[in-house]
């Protein structure tokens, strides 16, 4: 059975593309077959499979309008998952993402700034949620900078909004910066290295809280 992934948050440079291209990279890795939705106008995912020097480790396909709730399904059936990467501020696209998905992944970087500007997500989500029981989601803690405790701000809001935090997350470092603009991910560049562990600890995780 496919399973359909929405990386949103109507929240702009919060890692939606470089989780979505990342994640994709790694449930390839694992020999499956995968695509990836670019939904965002401003098609970096598509970009970056451009810039590369070889194939992309999945399919790359743009579809920016509202029409994946109804059109990702049959999509879906040639793969064994679908990665959505949203796109920020366009309401619509985003409450179609978040209809078609099996799972609900939102970056946030840890500041209490960005959980609050997630607000209109969570509302899409649990509004989702609601008419599709099997559905999970979770926050994502992306750039995390050293091991720093996440703040008092950031603890409030995750307690308002009620949503599960992955324990794993992304550390700021330069190599995803790097491997995006390169066309690759560190998966493909740096299998062995840390980057590439927080991707994988990221997807177990999805895939223990997806059983
Ligand atoms: N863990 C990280 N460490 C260092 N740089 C990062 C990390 N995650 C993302 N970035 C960089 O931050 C910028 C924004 O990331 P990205 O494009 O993935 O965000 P986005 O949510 O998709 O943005 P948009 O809302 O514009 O689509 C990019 O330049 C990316 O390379
Ligand atoms: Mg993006």
């Not at 098609?43 to 396909?61: C, H, K, L, Y």
């Not at 899409?124 to 701000?153: C, M, N, P, W, Y």
Request: aromatic fraction near 6%.
């Amino acid at each position: 059975m496919c399973m359909i992934i929405a990386v949103v948050n109507q929240k702009g440079g919060v890692s939606k593309t470089t989780l979505a291209l990342n994640l994709g990279a790694a449930i390839a890795a694992q020999g499956k077959r995968v695509l990836l939705i670019d939904a965002d106008p401003q098609q970096t995912a598509q970009d970056w499979a451009a810039v590369r020097s070889s194939p992309p480790p999945f399919q790359v396909i743009g579809l920016t309008k509202p029409v994946l709730h109804r059109d990702l399904p049959a999509m879906a059936a040639d793969y064994d998952a679908v990665i959505i990467d949203g796109a920020p501020r366009n309401y619509e696209v985003a409450r179609s993402a978040i209809a078609a998905a099996d799972f609900v992944l939102i970056p946030v970087q840890p500041s209490g700034a960005d959980f609050w500007a997630s607000r209109e997500t969570v509302n899409l989500v649990k509004d989702a949620h609601s008419f599709k029981e099997t559905q999970k989601s979770a926050f994502v803690v992306s750039r995390k900078i050293g091991r720093t405790v996440l703040g008092r701000e950031i603890t409030d809001a995750l307690a308002e909004f009620a949503l599960p935090v992955l324990k794993a997350g992304t550390t700021q470092r330069i190599v995803f910066a790097e491997a995006m603009t390169a066309g690759t991910t560190v998966i493909e560049h740096e299998p062995k290295g840390a980057a590439a562990d927080e991707i994988r600890a990221i997807l177990a995780e999805i895939e223990e809280m997806s059983r």
